[in-house]
């Protein structure tokens, strides 16, 4: 009997696949996304559905134009990189944003550079700031859950008005909480006035507030993240270090004019934060690979969403953040490595002050 | 004793159960026993016995050529039939310098040439030389000759002998019944070390999962520490975190003493030496029954496997018998593998021999090897978290898939123990070890290849020196003939250049 030769081992394998990272991802997002889609209603269910549909297609097409098989469809990255863009964008934002959106992240955040794994650039968050930057409009129209629960709530039908752009949104919309705050402040109004209607720190645990489809539930998201956690599908070093830096610098400043910087909750709880920290930020071919690169990265995000929120153009800026953390990856990745056994830091071979003594 | 923190490792799931009750067996002999004379790292043993020729068990059959070598002995009374060819116990299954015996039956041992005295009157020479002659290696694997490391302490001023009962590699049982069943020969071969080795310590390290063992040896090292003087070596058994890979010798060190081997060193330079507890026993049985290493133990298992066991093994038995002795498979394995699954190697067939470095045979089904297709990577880091040795596997794969060497190197091919540990945690199922394996036999083939090239030329100018030579001595006579001509008085000399050619 004979066996077939070049193989090599290990002959045994841990058992984790690109799949099954990539369905636990999906596993802990999907209480937050229920929550967005239950609470936003009949628009932004069409809004998930088309913007995942349109994900696979073009991910279809961009294999097909590659001329390679269309088996990476199944390994779900498509799939996820839809369902992270769908749950950043306004939920009650017409079709073809879902669909533009989707077309930018697969062909233009993905396939171009080569497909899976060969990114850069986080693909949805690629998707997220194009479309932002090319239709501000929509992009920005937030709906508040009083008018989305409410007696006026759009149903299944009356809803395709709004996801097809035929019904205007003017008047029933309104900006998200760090929209508002940020409009509000630059007209010179302290701190104190402009939260004391708006913000309500359980609320914005809960998701009881406008903004995208799936970013508002705080406690969802940080129990999706909890959950991935302890399935080791991340590691705490970039969540932390993103919101560690983003709490250091928020208390700091809030401590030195409470007026104008809102303090640490206000931050965390607002805005895309924990779905960035623990979903976004934490995507692994656009983040280092080495513990001490991931802290680097995640601390970087962290300082970069405090200071587009703070200084910038911008009222929220997770998504720049991340992109512009993603630029740094290569660099990262080329410093911050692991130190070799046996070896220095500078990667000299260690040696001992009581060796010489040893080697006779 | 307090522990070290060693970094990386993964840990697979050790299916050692099955094996692990079973007390060890007898195999059977074989018909027919093909002896390789390549058993051990090093040159390979050249056979002096001839076709036809009696041999007794324990006759050297073998001779060990150069420093780094060892002896090959008959594991068994019988007749020589033949010194050829025969499939190497290696993936590859090439043919290899192979003596076959035919048993007779009797398993008749050989007078020891030695005479037998207490190990402890002996010098750490002498210790090294009967190890050395005895044809004992490394028995974790490496198969590195024993009595090579037992002379380690001309050069280095040594401490602590650290004997490594890890056993670390899954499924594999034998280093666990063979402490559980013979500790005290175990102990025996080890002190017998250590007193070669002049060590003030002793430290034997046996992961947390054999607590058995850990009993045996520390019941053996009471008993031992009792009736032994004062300047002998302290004894102590350390249970070790069930951790792959703690079997390595650097990283074993490192925990038990906090330092890591300087990088292209040896444990030594940290003035520890390592050796297996199965080389320990070898070493008892040499030195206190004259008996050369002819016979080992393995663990035959897998879940291909029917009823697997421990089995004490002539050398050169053919694998097949260990099989057929284990009833046989439950199911076609889908992978037949020599040693543990981690950094065991498949072998080619099973007819080729058992050799002193054999530690286990794994019939393994598809479900246990899990083989998947390759995929591309995601960057996740796990491979970077498992390194023990603080790589970038995935960065050194994607240097040397497109054949970039020095890149490779620069980030630490020389430094990588191919121990499978990221490969085992690649999402994408991406042969890492492979790449790394390619890596190191083209980096290896390159210096061959530069070292052949300057021998070329080194070779080449000393012949254009001295034919250069040769031409000017004929020059500088034939001018001297001609003031000779011209002075025909003066008698004839050689010229310096023509003596030396």
Redesign the interface.
């Given at each position: 009997m004979t066996i077939p030769s070049p193989i090599i081992g290990p002959h045994a394998h841990g058992g984790d696949s690109i799949p099954r990272a990539m369905g636990l991802v999906m596993l802990a997002l999907i209480p937050a996304t229920l929550f967005g889609l239950v609470q936003f209603g009949w628009p932004a269910r069409y809004l998930f559905v088309t913007t995942v549909l349109a994900a696979l297609l073009f991910e279809a097409l961009g294999l097909g134009l590659a001329g390679r098989s269309l088996r990476p469809l199944k390994d779900g990255s498509a799939l996820l990189t839809g369902w992270l863009l769908a749950m950043t964008l306004p939920p009650w934002a017409p079709w073809w944003i879902g669909v533009v959106g989707a077309a930018l992240a697969i062909l233009v955040g993905k396939q171009v550079f080569g497909g899976l794994g060969q990114n850069l650039f986080n693909p949805a968050m690629v998707a997220r700031v194009a479309l932002l930057v090319a239709f501000p409009l929509p992009m920005t129209r937030f709906v508040a859950p009083s008018v989305t629960l409410g007696p006026d709530a759009p149903g299944m039908v009356g809803a395709l008005g709004i996801s097809l752009g035929a019904t205007p949104l003017d008047g029933i919309s309104s900006a998200s909480l760090l929209g508002q705050v940020r409009t509000e402040l630059s007209r010179g109004l302290g701190l104190d006035n402009i939260l004391a209607g708006a913000y309500d720190p359980w609320q914005q645990m809960w998701g009881h507030a406008a903004g995208s489809l799936g970013e508002t539930s705080a406690l969802l998201l940080v129990l999706g993240g909890l959950f991935l956690l302890y399935r080791q599908a991340i590691t705490w070093h970039i969540p932390v270090a993103l919101l560690g830096a983003l709490t250091l610098l928020a208390t700091l400043t809030h401590g030195l004019d409470p007026a104008r910087y809102p303090g640490a909750l206000y931050h965390l709880l607002s805005g895309a934060t924990l779905l960035g920290a623990f979903f976004i930020a934490t995507d692994p071919v656009t983040s280092p690979v080495s513990p001490r690169g991931q802290l680097l990265f995640g601390a970087g995000c962290g300082a970069l969403v405090f200071v587009i929120r703070t200084w910038a153009g911008y009222p929220e800026g997770m998504a720049f953040a991340v992109l512009l953390m993603n630029a740094c990856t290569p660099l990262i990745d080329h410093y911050l490595r692991p130190r070799i056994y046996g070896r220095n830091a500078r990667g000299a071979p260690l040696s001992y002050a009581d060796a010489a003594e040893r080697r006779l | 004793m307090k522990l070290f923190h060693i970094?990386g490792g993964?840990h697979?799931?050790g299916n050692k159960e099955r094996s692990a009750a079973q007390a060890i067996a007898d195999l059977p002999l074989a018909p027919l026993l093909h002896v390789p004379m390549q058993q051990h790292s090093g040159a390979p043993a050249l056979p002096v016995v001839r076709r036809g020729e009696q041999v007794l068990k324990g006759q050297l059959i073998g001779h060990s050529q150069g420093t780094v070598s060892a002896p090959v002995h008959a594991p068994t009374s019988g007749r020589i039939m033949g010194v050829g060819s025969y499939p190497a116990h290696h993936?590859?299954?090439i043919p290899v310098r192979t003596i076959s015996l035919k048993p007779d039956g009797e398993d008749r041992w050989i007078t020891p040439s030695d005479p037998l005295v207490d190990p402890f009157t002996l010098s750490g020479e002498e210790i090294a030389a009967r190890v050395s002659a005895a044809g004992v290696v490394g028995m974790g694997g490496a198969a590195f000759p024993a009595g090579v490391k037992l002379n380690l302490r001309?050069?280095?001023?040594l401490h602590t002998l650290v004997i490594n009962g890890a056993e670390c590699e899954?499924y594999l049982t034998c280093d666990d019944r063979l402490m559980r069943e013979q500790p005290e020969e175990v102990l025996d071969g080890v002190r017998i070390m250590a007193h070669a080795l002049g060590v003030s310590h002793i430290l034997i390290g046996i992961e947390n999962n054999k607590p058995e063992a850990q009993a045996a040896l520390r019941e053996a090292a009471r008993k031992a520490l009792a009736t032994q003087d004062a300047a002998a070596p302290t004894i102590r058994v350390v249970g070790l975190p069930t951790r792959y890979p703690m079997g390595s010798a650097?990283?074993l060190v490192?925990a038990l003493s906090g330092?890591?081997?300087?990088?292209?060193?040896r444990t030594a330079?940290?003035?520890m030496v390592v050796y297996n507890a199965a080389t320990a026993f070898a070493v008892h049985e040499a030195l206190r029954l004259g008996r050369p290493l002819v016979s080992r133990l393995v663990t035959v298992t897998g879940g291909a496997i029917r009823y697997p066991a421990n089995l004490r093994v002539h050398l050169g038995t053919p694998v097949e018998r260990l099989i057929e002795f284990c009833g046989g498979f439950r199911e076609p394995p889908a992978?037949?593998?020599s040693g543990g699954?981690?950094?065991?190697?498949?072998?080619?067939?099973?007819r080729v021999p058992v050799v002193k470095g054999s530690m286990g045979i794994?019939a393994?089904t598809a479900q246990?090897?899990?083989?998947?297709e390759e995929?591309?990577?995601?960057?996740?880091?796990?491979c970077?978290?498992a390194?023990?040795?603080?790589?970038?596997p995935?960065?050194m794969a994607a240097h040397a898939r497109v054949g970039n060497l020095e890149r490779v190197v620069g980030l630490?091919l020389l430094?990588c123990i191919s121990c499978?540990s990221c490969?085992?945690?690649?999402?994408?199922?991406i042969?890492l070890?492979?790449y790394f394996?390619y890596a190191k036999g083209e980096l290896a083939a390159r210096q061959r290849a530069k070292h052949k090239q300057m021998e070329t030329r080194r070779l080449a100018e000393q012949r254009t020196a001295r034919l250069e030579a040769l031409q000017r001595a004929k020059r500088e006579a034939l001018a001297q003939r001609k003031a000779a001509a011209a002075k025909p008085m003066a008698p004839p000399r050689p010229s310096p250049g023509e003596a030396r050619i």
């Open positions: - | 970094r993964v697979p799931a993936p590859s299954g001309t050069r280095y001023r899954p650097k990283h490192k330092r890591e081997t300087p990088a292209r060193g330079d940290l003035g992978r037949l593998v699954p981690m950094m065991g190697e498949p072998l080619p067939s099973v794994l393994l246990e090897v899990a083989q998947r995929g591309p990577c995601i960057r996740c880091g796990n970077v978290r390194c023990p040795c603080g790589l970038l995935l960065e630490g430094d499978g490969a085992y945690v690649c999402p994408a199922g042969p070890v492979q394996n």
